[in-house]
């Protein structure tokens, strides 16, 4: 599933091909996504002009006049900025098609993705209840103590809860807690003061690296302008079960936390 510095890749590829220009037509091959993509867009978006592109958690919004254009990359799904005139592909479901002759093309294998909308002046209900994003300010040390404080859940399902904090995947929550000597099944609310803050500091380290190079690269995932990401070749413990740890040599051990792989070094996390 493409992550936040995916996600953020992706803005930054589109966002100068998209700002700025006006919507022709919104063309709907495929509906049916993870959500119905609302039949009303088809007649509201022509003639409006794409304001901005922002991101909220792993959502990208398309910024109008009158609201927001949400978009959901689900698990398979990119964004790419093509010719209107090249054909689509099977996997191709949306084309916001602009005035340049561009096209802003979603492809999603799986349709996992969505395409929504939010009216200006309002919050969609998949984002009222969003944590922050952890490269602000709003989300530090004594932010994380608090809402960590008496808490049994083990640490690395509480930093991918996104009502605690948006964006924090699977790939990056494992590097985070590797970086941070914090074995991943330890209780969020047993972390100390002084190893939280190294946690927040590594999590915002970690995410900023990858977003800086890109993005992770995986089978599914095609950066908004078209190159992959290169962050994989710098993984420590993510998808390196059994290898040597990078710190200790010792080898690196696999569990299943939330039903999702996680790999730690028994040696190095505490």
């Not at 990208?60 to 090249?86: A, I, N, P, T, W």
């Not at 494992?174 to 991943?184: K, T």
Request: charged share 25%; aromatic share 6%; hydrophobic share 35%.
């Amino acid at each position: 599933m493409p992550e936040l510095p995916e996600v953020e890749t992706t803005r930054r590829g589109i966002e100068p091909h998209v700002v700025g220009r006006k919507v022709s037509t919104l063309d709907v091959r495929q509906p049916r996504l993870r959500w119905p993509v609302p039949a009303e867009l088809s007649a509201l978006l022509p003639g409006k002009t794409v304001e901005a592109v922002k991101r909220r958690g792993k959502y990208l919004l398309l910024q109008f006049d009158c609201g927001y254009l949400l978009v959901h990359l689900g698990m398979s799904g990119s964004l790419r900025v093509v010719e209107r005139s090249k054909e689509p592909g099977k996997h191709d479901h949306v084309d916001l098609c602009l005035s340049d002759g561009k096209a802003l093309r979603l492809t999603d294998p799986r349709r996992f993705g969505a395409v929504l909308w939010q009216d200006a002046g309002e919050v969609h209900e998949l984002l009222a209840h969003l944590g922050p994003e952890p490269l602000s300010d709003d989300f530090d040390d004594q932010y994380l103590l608090a809402k960590a404080k008496g808490r049994k859940t083990a640490i690395k399902t509480f930093l991918m809860d996104s009502k605690v904090v948006v964006g924090v995947g699977n790939i990056y929550a494992n590097e985070a807690l590797f970086a941070a000597g914090i074995h991943p099944k330890r209780a969020a609310g047993q972390i100390s003061a002084t190893r939280m803050n190294r946690l927040v500091y590594e999590v915002k380290r970690v995410l900023a690296a990858a977003i800086e190079q890109g993005g992770t690269t995986l089978k599914d995932f095609v950066g908004g302008d078209g190159k992959p990401g290169y962050f994989k070749q710098q993984l420590n413990v993510y998808g390196r079960a059994g290898e040597p740890c990078v710190s200790c040599k010792k080898p690196l051990k696999e569990i299943r936390l939330g039903q999702r792989s996680t790999v730690y070094c028994s040696h190095c996390q505490r």
